[in-house]
């Protein structure tokens, strides 16, 4: 019995791994036809409901129009941290396969290097080869050595950080305990702004008008990757910005979620029954009326400061728009937007030695304050847990696609899609050839597969083939209804029936032995098949992260 349920899940992988591009591009584009421009966006630590078209009380009105006028999915997934998502993203690779199994540092092998390997093509790199204007503004994080800079890796023009973070208000290094410089560039030289002279967001969004102004007068089409590093933290934002929501976080983040929950059942984004699961208090959040006074003025800046800045980006992408259409390009672009990750835990300046220090008040250039778990847990509405984790709540993201004509609007579909499903399905839209070699070095394969099929004639992803993740010795595989999880140092596995309890509140392990054993197999045989070490063997020193919580009671050990 259990041979035959692994034989037909083999089967089920294969079979979705195998698809072929989608109905978009098997008609060949007349000389008439353009090609398409492409612009993809993402924002840095931005939980799933902290857009208005996901249930938020945060102004995104351009984003907000872009679902409206285009396609939502319900189930899109990240690879929990900052880099191994971009690495994903960049390259439609596994992260380990693309060598960022850990974060950009070296761990001593390929699969963990911290640079993108030469195996695995940027999406710059095979946009550009397909006759592509090639443009980045933002955050990199795949590589701090200068082979592995963005204009060596196919992006004709680049503005932004190599690294993960930085200030908001000044390019110094970041003022923690540990080593943390920041290089801001534009093409291959490093800039040097000066302090308070600049907002960074502003700046990116800037420079990505800049680039499409100045791409403007080239006779082919542009891919426009722009990468915020905000919402990430340190909380900093602009005055006029922080003003909009002086006193909307008052009633707590008790009420603001409960509020949240009611707007996603009335978009229709969850169930009422998925809000009832998802209302009690996560245990390790505490009751906002048991805080002192002081306490609460702090935690209530902390959000409207947060607010502040992803509204910041907000406005920023209504400006590129804005150059979209005065360039007449809007009718004949396809606009894709996510998040690398969930909302973190990470409460930065209160990590002992190694946390930040302020010197000015929350959301001024001298402060280092992060959102913290308890407005987090507020950001990731419904799901449990943070940014990190393999829990709903760290590898869930947003998706919101738009292309006017192309793809109907008001559309929130199921989706269950993933980062390495990203670079086919531009591919696809571009009619860009993949090439098995580059540059004398044979590529890795696309494991993922086009969107394009959902996006533009409204045919369902195969619901059954496997997805994985691991990331520090947190794991997990979904195949179906089914997610089979783990979180370190714990090896046991839980496992969740995401189709009635996606907020993960019911460990079903100990009564499905079965699903458990066939696929804790398909996650092992990934594992193997992608480079993935156990972590006790690699561990640096100095985690990036706390350590994690413990995984609930009922856990199955393998």
Not at 17 to 25: D, F, N, Q, R
Request: glycine fraction near 8%; proline fraction near 7%; charge should be positive.
């Amino acid at each position: 019995m259990k041979t035959n349920l692994l034989q037909s899940l083999m089967v089920l992988a294969l079979t979705a791994c195998t698809i072929a591009h989608s109905g978009w591009a098997q008609t060949p584009r007349s000389a008439a036809q353009r090609p398409p421009n492409i612009i993809l966006i993402m924002v840095d630590d931005m939980g799933y409901s902290d857009l208005g078209s996901y249930g938020s009380e945060i102004q995104t009105p351009n984003l907000d129009r872009l679902a409206t006028e285009g396609l939502r999915l319900r189930e899109f997934y990240n690879n929990a941290i900052c880099a191994p998502t971009r690495a994903s993203l960049i390259t439609g690779q596994y992260p380990h396969k693309a060598g960022i199994g850990y974060f950009n540092v070296n761990l001593g092998t390929p699969a963990y290097q911290g640079f993108l390997n030469k195996q695995s093509l940027t999406f710059g790199e095979v946009l550009k080869q397909a006759g592509y204007s090639t443009l980045l503004s933002g955050k990199w994080h795949v590589g701090n050595d200068s082979l592995a800079w963005p204009r060596q890796r196919g992006f004709d023009r680049f503005y932004g950080i190599l690294g993960g973070g930085s200030n908001y208000f000044d390019a110094g290094p970041l003022p923690t305990g540990r080593n943390s410089p920041v290089v801001i560039l534009e093409d291959n030289q490093r800039q040097h702004p000066k302090a308070n002279s600049f907002y960074f967001t502003d700046e990116i969004t800037n420079h990505a008008v800049k680039f499409l102004d100045e791409q403007s007068r080239e006779s082919k089409p542009f891919f426009l990757y722009l990468a915020y590093t905000a919402p990430h933290w340190p909380l900093q934002a602009l005055p006029e910005d922080i003003a909009k929501y002086r006193g909307k976080y008052d009633a707590g983040w008790d009420e603001t979620r409960k509020e949240r929950l009611a707007r996603q059942v009335k978009l229709g984004i969850i169930s009422q029954k998925q809000a009832d699961a998802a209302a009690a208090r996560d245990a390790e959040i505490p009751d906002w009326d048991a805080l002192t006074y002081d306490e609460k003025q702090l935690w209530k800046a902390k959000m409207e400061v947060y607010a502040a800045m992803l509204d910041r980006a907000d406005q920023g992408i209504g400006k590129v728009l804005a150059k979209l259409k005065d360039l007449k390009k809007d009718d004949n672009t396809l606009v894709l937007f996510i998040s690398d990750n969930g909302a973190p835990a990470e409460d930065v300046a209160h990590w002992g030695p190694k946390a930040g220090r302020n010197s000015g008040p929350v959301g001024t250039a001298g402060s280092f304050e992060s959102q913290g778990k308890n407005w987090s847990y507020v950001s990731n509405t419904p799901f449990r847990s943070f940014k990190a984790f393999s829990y709903e709540g760290g590898i869930s993201s947003p998706f919101i696609a738009w292309f006017p004509g192309k793809i109907k609007p008001g559309r929130l579909e199921k989706g269950t899609g993933h980062l390495i499903d990203i670079a086919p399905t531009l591919y696809d839209v571009a009619q860009a050839n993949y090439p098995t070699s580059y540059n004398g070095t044979a590529t890795n394969p696309l494991p993922g597969v086009s969107l394009a099929n959902l996006l533009f004639n409204e045919k369902p992803l195969d619901p059954q083939r496997p997805i994985f993740w691991e990331w520090a010795g947190n794991r997990a595989v979904r195949q179906g209804k089914w997610k089979l999880v783990s979180i370190y140092p714990s090896y046991q596995w839980e496992l969740y029936d995401l189709e009635a309890d996606r907020g993960e509140t019911q460990n079903v392990a100990g009564r499905n032995p079965n699903v458990v054993d066939a696929l804790s197999d398909l996650y092992f045989g990934w594992a193997k098949r992608t480079g993935v070490v156990d972590y006790d063997k690699i561990k640096p020193q100095q985690p990036l992260l706390p350590a994690p919580r413990k995984p609930s009671q009922g856990s199955r050990n393998f």
